[in-house]
């Protein structure tokens, strides 16, 4: 079982096995065992082996897969399937990142396809849901994230939602070094909290990791895990550099 905060870095196409061997080495070199926290690692799926065993000696760094398809097998040309990703020892399945979205056109009916093949496999699928800067100005934000999540959830019975993790991750937010203050993050993981109370309940709501994504680094980690809701970050370019991934995991 994870504990919370839930810290996972998201490497996105970057960090082959030759890089990731020696991220490692530095990154575990001043990184201690942590009680109170579970970290997570996001590596492509070439590399997620070579991550596996150089984390063999320690339960509390988890790793997870970026995609996998939303069929479990059959004739699809480059996909990953998640009886494979449950094969290797992956533990978490990111879902419906705003990248699968916006830049390989994953819809709404592909993630709830994708949630409920994860769960079936008794993975952990990591929703991500987050709304444009358009959908923002245009003050949907909470309509967005709110449809979003519905689409995931849709095929869930509420044992698998209980087991659910998700991602507020601002699209404006990704990648341009413009991160959603914390009042912002607390606003929208507020919203996403009453979605999953209202369709399991406050308690197994509040027991839900809501992490927050978006241009995350080691001068603001601290202070965005701290804000009311948000339960862990998901960080894509600051978790590319051991030291700076090192002090957010540290945060
Ligand atoms: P950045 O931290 O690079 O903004 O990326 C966030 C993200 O997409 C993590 O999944």
């Not at 952990?124 to 709304?131: A, D, S, T, Y």
């Not at 341009?176 to 993981?189: C, K, N, Q």
């Not at 980690?221 to 370019?237: K, Y």
Request: net charge negative.
């Amino acid at each position: 079982m994870y504990l919370k905060p839930v810290i996972a870095a998201n490497w996105k196409l970057n960090h082959g096995p030759t890089d990731a061997r020696a991220f490692l080495q530095r990154f575990l070199a001043q990184s201690p065992k942590q009680n109170d926290r579970t970290v997570i690692f996001f590596p492509s799926a070439l590399t997620v082996t070579t991550v596996m065993d150089g984390l063999k000696d320690r339960p509390d760094l988890w790793v997870g897969v970026q995609n996998v398809h939303s069929e479990a097998q059959g004739a699809f040309t480059g996909e990953n399937s998640v009886l494979m990703a449950r094969d290797i020892g992956a533990r978490v399945v990111l879902v419906g990142h705003s990248e699968r979205r916006h830049v390989f056109g994953e819809t709404d009916a592909m993630t709830t396809r994708k949630m409920a093949l994860i769960s079936q496999a008794r993975l952990i699928p990591m929703l991500c849901v987050g709304e444009t800067l358009e959908e923002r100005e245009g003050g949907h934000t909470a309509a967005v994230v709110e449809r979003q999540l519905t689409a995931g959830l849709a095929e869930l019975d509420d044992a698998q939602v209980a087991a659910i993790m998700l991602a507020y991750e601002p699209v404006w937010a990704i990648g341009t070094g413009r991160t959603a203050t914390p009042e912002d993050a607390s606003e929208i993981h507020g919203v996403l909290r009453q979605a999953l109370a209202s369709r399991v309940g406050d308690k197994v709501a509040a027991g839900i990791p809501i992490l927050y994504g978006g241009s995350v680094n080691r001068g603001n980690a601290a202070q965005l895990l701290a804000a009311p809701d948000v339960d862990g970050l998901l960080v894509g370019g600051a978790s590319l550099d051991a030291d700076s991934w090192a002090s957010i995991v540290r945060a």
